[in-house]
């Protein structure tokens, strides 16, 4: 599927291009694959290199093209979502650190599965791209003139997105990226002492990098980091009961894993002035909830400087589980309510 190049914004109102129920699609993590048709819903673990070990990136990606094409998806329309750096308008992807490690796909995936199964009409696009499609659709709608909105997912990996609501256009660059956040280099707070310091900056990152903001802040690199820092046994069940008890190493914890995410919505409004909206989603930001939006905003303050309000008037918002829907934004996509667009 090659998507085109421009296409006119839709002009149909986005709650009839995207019940939820009527969606047929696929949403791809790092550790979860949702499955949606006809109003069932299927959550099992994902064809990943973090749920699968010792498997190659070839064997990864047959079972990531077998669940996409299973006898469970019948013809028609299916809209992916695909945890991935990927170019929407070409359908080449990239890679993934969750899904494939260091290692890339085969070229052609999206091709592979048009192969596999003529009978279906597919969409790919990539899973923050989606995500900041539906947020557009939603917490967007009622911003107006030339507000831009951003996503950012913290979950096995980290990236964020931006669209542009007057033009009703994400743009990317000529590979097709946008804001993969997660491999660059990370911060950390003052506190830590320079041992511990220098593990957390050599923590490594799931695309076989170092120090990367992904090393420090996504799922994966939390018991990493609490080894790092020497603290006791990591539960992640229970590390926002922790924090909110006041316990000393769960706070630290998470004011380490917190604060690139932190800088990184400092950066983006500080170069972009018409972000009005900064939404925060994914599995480790959303599991712990009210403890990581208190988080967040301390690093914004305790760091204040003059360009500080700024990142405070964008609204930086952790939403709640389930508030964004990436099977959904795949659909608006699909539709033309937000088009991806090149310079």
């Not at 993590?29 to 949702?34: A, C, D, H, I, Q």
């Not at 980290?158 to 660059?184: M, S, W, Y």
């Not at 500080?270 to 301390?298: F, H």
Request: charged share 20%; hydrophobic share 45%; with cysteine.
């Amino acid at each position: 599927m090659r998507a085109p190049h421009r296409n006119a914004p839709a002009s149909v109102p986005p709650a009839d291009v995207a019940d939820a129920a009527s969606v047929t699609g696929f949403d791809i993590g790092g550790t979860w694959l949702r499955f949606r048709s006809g109003g069932r819903a299927v959550r099992r673990p994902a064809p990943s290199l973090l749920n699968h070990p010792g498997l190659s990136v070839d064997a990864l990606t047959d079972r990531l093209l077998d669940e996409l094409t299973g006898p469970e998806v019948g013809p028609g329309r299916v809209v992916v979502s695909l945890g991935a750096a990927m170019d929407d308008l070409t359908s080449r992807v990239h890679g993934s650190g969750p899904l494939w490690g260091a290692g890339r796909p085969r070229p052609g995936l999206v091709a592979e599965l048009a192969r596999r199964r003529p009978d279906i009409r597919w969409h790919v696009y990539n899973d923050v791209t989606c995500a900041v499609t539906d947020l557009a659709a939603g917490r967007g709608a009622p911003l107006t003139g030339a507000s831009r909105v951003a996503y950012v997912t913290v979950s096995s990996g980290i990236a964020l997105k931006t669209a542009d609501l007057a033009a009703r256009t994400i743009t990317v660059g000529a590979d097709g990226f946008q804001g993969e956040i997660g491999h660059l280099p990370a911060s950390v707070p003052a506190g830590p002492d320079p041992a511990a310091l220098a593990r957390l900056l050599d923590l490594p990152c799931e695309c076989g990098g170092r120090g990367h903001v992904a090393a420090l802040s996504a799922g994966p690199a939390l018991p990493r980091v609490a080894r790092a820092l020497g603290l006791g046994p990591f539960d992640g069940a229970r590390l926002a009961d922790r924090v909110a008890d006041g316990d000393r190493e769960a706070v630290l914890l998470l004011d380490v894993v917190t604060h690139p995410v932190a800088q990184a919505i400092r950066w983006l409004t500080a170069i972009d002035p018409a972000i009005a909206l900064v939404g925060i989603g994914g599995g480790v930001a959303e599991g712990l909830g009210g403890v990581y939006q208190r988080a967040l905003e301390l690093h914004l303050d305790r760091e204040a400087d003059y360009t500080s309000g700024a990142a405070r008037r964008a609204s930086p918002t952790v939403l709640a589980p389930g508030e964004i829907d990436p099977i959904r934004g795949a659909a608006l996509l699909a539709e033309g309510f937000l088009t991806v667009v090149k310079p």
